[in-house]
């Protein structure tokens, strides 16, 4: 059988460890994209690094096996849906990040809804939910062919495939998921006279207590329990007494 292939790196990492506008780009994609990590987008860059460097070479070069093999770095291109059948092969070097990213597993998902969100979607795949191809794809990061697109759903066997599954994306028609403010009835302003108020204070101070009032009041006082007298110990007594001979 031989020796199994070597495992080699897939990405390369920033030349430099802190650029602002590298590391802020790079919070958005992975916000975005519902990233795990900033490694996905490396290799994702890297792979576009790859098929960029491919064309410079085979464009300095001149024969038929030059020719040949940008026929197949197009097709290739063409394949993943990077670029158009009418567009040139030097549009190669105006592809961005983002571009690659659209093609991936989880993008494609999400964007076919088949989930609420892009977290979501990259749940459906790890937990072998999606089909792609006509076969099991368990990778988000997978890179989906223009001809595998419109394959990608769910297994027959996986309990999503069924439409009234609760977790299944349902479209919310216009108009029903807004909610109406109610509006807010506003107070009437009631005017307020100073000197009524003053007087139907004064006047509540001034009636009498009804006598049922009185009575539980001298009830209460009565229940109260009364303050004893300290009682002073018979040697507390005699060095009071002896204090107030001396006093005298």
Excluded: C
């Amino acid at each position: 059988m031989g020796d199994p292939k070597k495992i080699r790196k897939k990405y390369s990492t920033p030349t430099h460890p802190w650029q602002k506008d590298r590391i802020e780009e790079e919070i958005a994609l992975k916000k975005e994209y519902g990233l795990k990590n900033k490694r996905e987008i490396w290799v994702v860059a890297s792979k576009l690094n790859k098929f960029k460097d491919q064309f410079k070479t085979l464009n300095a070069q001149t024969g038929t096996q030059a020719e040949k093999e940008k026929e197949q770095l197009k097709d290739k291109l063409l394949s993943l849906g990077l670029i158009k059948t009418d567009s040139p092969l030097g549009v190669v070097l105006g592809l961005d990040t983002k571009d690659l990213m659209e093609r991936r597993l989880q993008t494609i998902v999400f964007r076919k809804n088949l989930a609420r969100s892009i977290n979501q979607a990259r749940q459906f795949i790890v937990h072998r939910h999606i089909i792609a191809g006509g076969k099991k794809v368990t990778s988000p990061s997978y890179i989906v062919k223009v001809g595998e697109e419109n394959q990608v759903s769910f297994v027959q066997t996986s309990t999503l495939s069924d439409p009234s599954h609760p977790e299944r994306y349902e479209e919310v028609p216009k108009g029903r998921g807004v909610k109406k403010k109610k509006e807010e009835k506003k107070k009437e302003e009631v005017p307020v006279d100073e000197e009524e108020i003053v007087k139907e204070i004064d006047s509540k101070k001034e009636e009498p207590k009804d006598p049922e009032v009185k009575q539980t009041e001298e009830s209460k006082e009565e229940s109260a329990p009364k303050k004893r007298k300290k009682l002073l110990s018979p040697r507390r007594k005699k060095v009071k007494n002896k204090n107030e001979t001396i006093n005298n």
